[in-house]
């Protein structure tokens, strides 16, 4: 299932499907920003947006480029439309402003807005959504000024649902194997089944097309939430600028380790304008060590995701905010000439085979700043030395077997500490803690 969805991904793109380009850029890097729902759920409005909005400017992330400021489910008023206008009605409780006001704001800080609905009758926490309303939604975002839509996937009415079920090789989805197929699945499309074609693909091409229609009033990022069901990944870079491929995350470790695993193995339908969204992060939530924290956001940066931080920005500790603000980790996420991801190169613990508890251990990518990255990742519960060979990093192993004898090292600086680890030969090797990750810059060779 897996190789095949990789298989449908080439063949769209040598096709030259149409894909989500909008105009000014947007959408063409992985979106970075804030969302309510990780920190406060239900509990949204206009105070926790603009506080986040106003941390966002005065911690610095909006000079990395942290510019979406998201807004959740449950910010309209629950039970129905307004009855003249048939229009999503925002609760003044929680936006006394209104949703326009909010946006005026937020824009006045320089940055931008996004909100959320659903691709069926209701949000899932039971909110109007916009299945038979795009247009009308589409045209009142756009009229309120957000520039960002977050679509998710619930309350489908029955004529909307899939002829097939897709096998999304989530652990958290039912009947996957240990090695990520989906044998006892009910329902599989026959063998080379177009999921673009799938009733789930429509219901989001409508918002697209619905987006695109006011689009020269508003541009409005589309950022598809549809769980990574219906193979998105083999249709999404036609539809939206980012979609999920996986259920939700949570502030867990193995939840964390199970989407990185998953995503690791789909990253072939990552480019510019389009991206796997892993889901938001959870740094500075849960009970996640300082080491986990940086392994959640070094893998989703590297794995060019959008980075949309989930916590509370005002009670955040410095610790974790550094973490959020690597420059160079943001840098690599948000390359503007090379599009492509990080891709592990060798397994590690788990010697290759599908496993959501030690996802890929060994990645490299490249960048168009004069270095290229190293990431060594220590699934284990454990400390454990992790080793990187310059002759097995796909990007260096070219001209390393063919350096001469006093050429045989890189200039190697840690990205977590700045810190310049001088000319190394041939490997560098690293002591980790339980779940920890080493990122390092690669530059010229000595
Ligand atoms: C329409 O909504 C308004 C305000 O909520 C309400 O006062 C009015 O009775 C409604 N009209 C109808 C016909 O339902
Ligand atoms: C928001 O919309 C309301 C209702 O249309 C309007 O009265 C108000 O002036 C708008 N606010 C801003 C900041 O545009
Ligand atoms: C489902 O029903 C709605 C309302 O009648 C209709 O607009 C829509 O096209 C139907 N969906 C499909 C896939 O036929
Ligand atoms: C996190 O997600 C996993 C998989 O869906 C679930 O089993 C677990 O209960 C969740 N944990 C929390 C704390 O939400
Ligand atoms: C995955 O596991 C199932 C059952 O254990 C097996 O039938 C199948 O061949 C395996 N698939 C791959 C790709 O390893
Ligand atoms: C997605 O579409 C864009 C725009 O056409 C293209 O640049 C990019 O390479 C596509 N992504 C993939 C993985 O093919
Ligand atoms: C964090 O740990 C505490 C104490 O062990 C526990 O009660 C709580 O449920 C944990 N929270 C999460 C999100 O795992
Ligand atoms: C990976 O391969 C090594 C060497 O063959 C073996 O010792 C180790 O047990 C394997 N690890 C797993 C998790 O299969
Ligand atoms: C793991 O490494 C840390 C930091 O180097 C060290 O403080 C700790 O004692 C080590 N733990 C074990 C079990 O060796």
Known sequence: MIRSSIAAALLLSLEGAKALTLPDNVGRLPALGWNSWNAFGCDVSETKLMTAANEIVSTGLKDLGYEYVNIDDCWSVKGGRDNVTDRIIPDSE???????????????????????SSAGTETCAGYPASIGHESLDAQTFADWGIDYLKYDNCYVPSNWTDEYTACTADSDFPGVNPNGTCP??????PAGYDWSKSNTAKRYNIMRDALAAVEDQQVILFSMCEWGQADVVSWGNGTGNSWRMSGDINATWPRITAIANLNA???????FWGHNDPDMLEVGNGNLTIEENRAHFALWAIMKSPLIIGTA????????????KNADLVAFNQD???????????????????????PPEYWSGST?????????????????TRTASWSEVPQLKQQQRHAHKTQRGYQVED????????????????????HDVAVLKIKGKC
């Open 313 to 324: 920005l005002d009670s955040l500790p410095e610790t974790h905010l550094e973490i959020l």
């Open 94 to 116: 929680k936006f006394p402003s209104g949703i326009n006001g909010t946006a005026q704001k937020i824009h006045n800080l320089g940055l931008k807005i996004g909100i959320y």
């Open 184 to 189: 006892g699945l009910q329902n599989p499309a």
């Open 336 to 358: 503007p000439v090379h599009g492509k991801p990080a891709y592990p190169y060798k397994a590690g613990y788990s010697n290759g085979t599908w496993d959501p508890v030690h």
């Open 368 to 384: 168009s700043y004069g270095w290229n990255l190293v990431l060594l990742f220590n699934s284990e519960d454990v400390n454990a």
């Open 265 to 271: 193995h789909e990253l072939s339908s990552v480019d």
């Open 415 to 434: 990205i977590w500490t700045g810190k310049d680890l001088g000319c190394v030969k041939d490997q560098y090797s690293v002591d980790l803690q339980p």
